[in-house]
Nanobody
Framework: QVQLVETGGGLVQAGGSLRLSCVVFGGSFNFMAWFRQAPGKERELVAVVGWDGSSKYYTDSVKGRFTISRDNAKNTVYLQMNGLKPEDTAVYFC????????????????WGQGTQVTVSS
């Protein structure tokens, strides 16, 4: 049974940093991604990383501030978030995809439960 477990969320002041981690149990996936969903808004793709870590995609609003990475030996994907802004406040979800069209039409097979990130002004 595949399970994705996210950790690392919390409350931080604007300009601060957080690192999210997502451990994958029971499977390996070609693509790993982070999504976020703010109250009253649709879920948004934040970043995607390919199997070997060389292919990375970021939504425009986080480019230059967030970095996605993965450690396949640890079955873990990370999201380093620097220069956080209040508009980054959301529940962040980890997702795993075997295939689909990179980067924005991947087919996500599994999702984590989410971790809350709150950025105060």
């Amino acid at each position: 049974q595949v399970q994705l477990v996210e950790t690392g969320g919390g409350l931080v002041q604007a300009g601060g940093s957080l690192r999210l981690s997502c451990v994958v149990f029971g499977g390996s996936f070609n693509f790993m991604a982070w999504f976020r969903q703010a109250p009253g808004k649709e879920r948004e793709l934040v970043a995607v990383v390919g199997w070997d870590g060389s292919s990375k995609y970021y939504t425009d609003s986080v480019k230059g501030r967030f970095t996605i990475s993965r450690d396949n030996a640890k079955n873990t994907v990370y999201l380093q978030m620097n220069g956080l802004k209040p508009e980054d406040t959301a529940v962040y979800f980890c997702a795993a995809a075997l295939g689909g069209l990179y980067p924005r039409a991947l087919k996500y097979d599994y999702w984590g439960q989410g971790t809350q990130v709150t950025v105060s002004s």
